[in-house]
C-alpha cells in the first residue's frame, strides 16, 4: 500500500513539474541480446499467455499487465517483483522486452521513477526486432 501512495505521488508530482525520470536507453534486440549474453536480466515484460507462446531465450517472465475479462489490467506488483529478482540492487542493468516496445517503455519509466538506475527498452521489442532478427527463443 505505501508502495503505491509513493508511486501515485512520484506520478503526480513528475505531472506537475513536467520532470519525469528516464531509463537508461532505448535499445535494439542484438544490443539486448549481446547484453543478456555478457550477464545482464532479460525481462520479458508481456503476459504469461505470451510468453508460453514463444519468448528470447533466458527471458524472465514479470508480467507488466495481467489479461483478466478480455482486457489488460496492471500489474501492481511489478515494481516489487523486479526488486526482488535483483535481490534490491537498484542499480543492476536489466534489459525489458515486451512484444512491441510499448508496455516495456511504460514500465521502464516506472521502474526509474522508483529509483532503478540501469533499466534498458527493446525499442521495438520481441516481434518486431527480436524475431525479425532470428535470435534465440523458446517454446
Given at each position: ?6 508511486l501515485l ?22 544490443e539486448a ?23 528470447p531465450k ?82
Amino acid at each position: 500500500m505505501i508502495k503505491k501512495l509513493l508511486l501515485l505521488i512520484i506520478i503526480l508530482m513528475t505531472s506537475l513539474f513536467g520532470d519525469t525520470i528516464e531509463y537508461k536507453a532505448d535499445i535494439t534486440a542484438i544490443e539486448a541480446y549481446k547484453m543478456q549474453q555478457n550477464g545482464v536480466i532479460l525481462v520479458d515484460t508481456r503476459t504469461k499467455k505470451e510468453y508460453d507462446f514463444m519468448h528470447p531465450k533466458g527471458a524472465i517472465l514479470i508480467e507488466s499487465y495481467f489479461e483478466k475479462d478480455g482486457q489488460r489490467v496492471f500489474n501492481d506488483d511489478f515494481v516489487t517483483q523486479v526488486e526482488d529478482l535483483v535481490s534490491m540492487n537498484l542499480s543492476k542493468e536489466i534489459v525489458l522486452i515486451c512484444r512491441s516496445g510499448s508496455r516495456s517503455k511504460k514500465v521502464a519509466t516506472i521502474l526509474a521513477e522508483n529509483g532503478f538506475s540501469n533499466i534498458y527498452n527493446v525499442k521495438t521489442g520481441f516481434v518486431y526486432d527480436w524475431i525479425k532478427e532470428k535470435l534465440p527463443i523458446e517454446k
